[in-house]
């Protein structure tokens, strides 16, 4: 079922969140439609896409209490545990102004200020996540973010999954929406009568909340336009295939889209995967999810040696990638692109995803070239500070006039020019 091919014929996935045509109009329509309306089209679009009716989106008291009876002890002390490792974790990103003086008398600093309000989008749909709660909550409490908005899509009861609800009071958020998908996005974005507007939205989704993040970006800041969740495995004839096998199940479980690929300079560990995929595929729930998955986005990737394969690694700048090689951390200055790295046999993903106390948001589809996983510094922003001296503009005056006036911006440089000329002026 799974594809063995050789690393010059493999090819890299780039801009699934594009969407097809019919769904970047169906998105365009929504927004629209939400900021004109407000609650009452969250309302019909809540009724249309998750079958329940609501009057108040807000998640009340009583809702809170009955998911802590609900949540079994053991979930729960689970998630605080993580919750402590994820804020031990994302702690140690946390920056500081700072300023600097010349001798001269010029100051120049940065400041730098939490967000005031921000929105995190968790997913429901297929699967609840509380640890997306954990993973989005917690760097912009470090960070300062004073009002933390949750959106999450509702059952057809009309309620939030109890382990969301417990996850949000362990990560302190007391609002929460019962609003999923595009709308959700625009409610966020425009404001309704019951959902104040934020600043910035961070979190997954699926494509229709990946496109509508993607439509509002320059109104409100986002994290990241996030395709589907993918693993790359680079592992040598050491690994055992059951885990690598499990590992790339992990990920395809998530989405008939995910992508799940094994890199090897080993066929027979890659067809020892495949055998061994067929045999875990067979005892999983989710098994058409990720069949799906594994048939038209996974794939084994032969290469000649580890050298070839970090390449194509590289290449393909993976949201997760696991190294289950001899002595990983030996090679880990081979990785220039990726989210995410896993080193060694007992560094399963899911140990990230969960618990270990890093990010689980992570860049995907290749933006890894670029971009980063979420942190406390997605919630924060810098503003820059100049106190120049009258030495210093003395100095240098003439020096700015003369690049404004390459440039053409003349009363650029007379904004300087005047103030050269008041020193003339007084014989400074």
Aim: charged fraction near 25%; aromatic fraction near 6%; include cysteine.
């Amino acid at each position: 079922m799974i594809r063995l091919v050789e690393a010059a014929r493999f090819e890299t996935r780039r801009s699934l969140e594009s969407g097809t045509q019919a769904q970047q109009d169906a998105v365009r329509t929504i927004l629209a439609r939400v900021k004109a309306e407000g609650d009452a089209a969250v309302r019909a679009y809540t009724e249309a896409f998750d079958r329940v009716t609501l009057q108040d989106f807000r998640v009340c008291e009583e809702e809170y209490a009955e998911a802590e009876r609900l949540v079994p002890s053991e979930v729960a002390a689970a998630l605080r545990e993580a919750a402590e490792n994820i804020r031990d974790y994302h702690r140690r990103q946390l920056r500081q102004s700072w300023f600097t003086t010349k001798e001269s008398g010029t100051l120049l600093g940065q400041i730098i200020r939490p967000l005031k309000r921000v929105g995190l989008y968790v997913p429901g749909g297929t699967a609840a996540y509380p640890s997306s709660v954990l993973m989005n909550a917690i760097p912009a409490q470090i960070a300062g973010v004073k009002e933390i908005v949750i959106t999450t899509p509702p059952g057809k009861d009309g309620r939030i999954n109890p382990a969301i609800l417990v996850a949000a009071r362990i990560a302190g958020v007391h609002e929460i929406y019962k609003v999923g998908g595009a709308q959700a996005i625009a409610a966020l974005t425009y404001g309704t009568e019951q959902i104040a507007p934020v600043d910035k939205i961070v979190g997954p989704g699926n494509i229709y909340v990946a496109l509508a993040k993607r439509e509002v970006f320059g109104l409100v800041d986002i994290d990241m336009v996030a395709g589907p969740s993918e693993v790359v495995v680079l592992a040598d004839e050491t690994a055992d295939p059951r885990y690598v096998a499990a590992d790339l199940l992990s990920q395809a479980e998530h989405d008939p889209l995910s992508s799940a690929v094994l890199v090897t300079p080993s066929r027979s560990l890659g067809e020892a995967v495949a055998a061994e995929l067929e045999k875990q595929l067979a005892e999983l729930p989710r098994r058409e999810i990720a069949e799906a998955s594994i048939r038209n986005h996974g794939a084994i990737c032969l290469v000649k040696d580890l050298e070839e394969g970090f390449e194509v690694v590289n290449r393909l700048a993976p949201e997760h990638l696991e190294l289950l090689i001899r002595e990983p951390i030996e090679h880990l200055g081979k990785v220039a692109n990726a989210g995410a790295i896993f080193l060694g046999p007992y560094s399963s993903e899911p140990v990230g995803d969960y618990f270990a106390g890093t990010n689980h948001v992570i860049p995907t589809n290749g933006t890894a070239r670029f971009s980063s996983p979420l942190s406390v510094d997605d919630f924060v922003k810098k503003s820059s500070v100049v106190s120049y001296s009258k030495q210093d503009l003395q100095a240098n005056g003439a020096k700015i006039i003369a690049l404004a006036e390459q440039e053409g911006l003349t009363a650029h440089a007379r904004a300087i020019q005047v103030r050269l000329d008041d020193f003339a002026k007084r014989g400074e």
